[in-house]
């Protein structure tokens, strides 16, 4: 993908290093769902229920998503918990089964795990269409999955996403 910076962000306090987390070792959904909404809450950034909600939702609604490059989950959960924008990263060690968006029946190996949290319903429905056309970009997963830490990560993301208009 060519990176450029024609769009900057215009909200740039989405983006945070403190939430980009490599690699992350969790043994399951739930385990990698509860480290990343806890961290949100340790940062002020979600009211208390966020973790629980975030969880009843992935259970309801699974976020598993296979693309030619990888599999990742893209959790996320009502605007009324959220305090503060943000979007948590994870890339994790070792995959962890999440149940696929529309076919819960069919199991996915994530390794990539993107949570965001917004303020207005028409922010998370943009967010989300900006993070699928990130998704879809030809090599932009594998070259995520190649970040070796928390700097690469959150730098790679941060020029990846200001290419793409909210």
């Given at each position: 993908?060519?990176?450029?910076?024609?769009?900057?962000?215009?909200?740039?306090?989405m983006?945070?290093?403190?939430?980009?987390?490599v690699?992350?070792?969790?043994?399951?959904?739930?385990?990698?769902?509860a480290f990343l909404a806890?961290?949100?809450?340790a940062?002020?950034?979600?009211?208390?229920g966020?973790?629980a909600a975030?969880?009843?939702?992935?259970?309801a609604?699974p976020?598993?998503?296979?693309f030619?490059?990888?599999?990742?989950?893209?959790?996320?959960?009502?605007?009324r918990?959220?305090?503060?924008p943000a979007?948590?990263?994870a890339?994790?060690s070792?995959?962890?089964?999440?149940?696929?968006?529309?076919?819960?029946?069919?199991?996915?190996?994530?390794?990539?795990?993107?949570?965001p949290?917004?303020?207005?319903?028409?922010?998370?429905?943009?967010?989300?269409?900006?993070?699928?056309?990130?998704?879809?970009?030809?090599?932009?997963l594998?070259?995520?999955?190649?970040?070796?830490d928390r700097?690469?990560l959150?730098r790679?993301?941060?020029?990846?996403?200001?290419?793409?208009?909210?």
């Amino acid at each position: 993908m060519p990176l450029s910076n024609n769009y900057p962000s215009t909200e740039p306090a989405m983006l945070r290093p403190e939430l980009m987390f490599v690699p992350l070792q969790a043994a399951s959904r739930q385990e990698a769902l509860a480290f990343l909404a806890e961290r949100m809450l340790a940062a002020g950034l979600v009211m208390p229920g966020f973790p629980a909600a975030l969880l009843e939702r992935e259970e309801a609604f699974p976020t598993g998503l296979q693309f030619p490059e990888a599999a990742l989950a893209l959790p996320h959960t009502e605007i009324r918990y959220v305090l503060q924008p943000a979007l948590a990263v994870a890339v994790l060690s070792k995959p962890v089964a999440f149940l696929a968006m529309g076919a819960p029946e069919q199991s996915l190996a994530v390794r990539v795990i993107f949570l965001p949290a917004v303020l207005h319903p028409d922010a998370q429905v943009r967010w989300l269409s900006r993070l699928i056309t990130l998704f879809q970009t030809p090599g932009f997963l594998s070259n995520l999955l190649g970040c070796a830490d928390r700097e690469n990560l959150y730098r790679y993301l941060r020029v990846s996403l200001d290419a793409v208009p909210l």
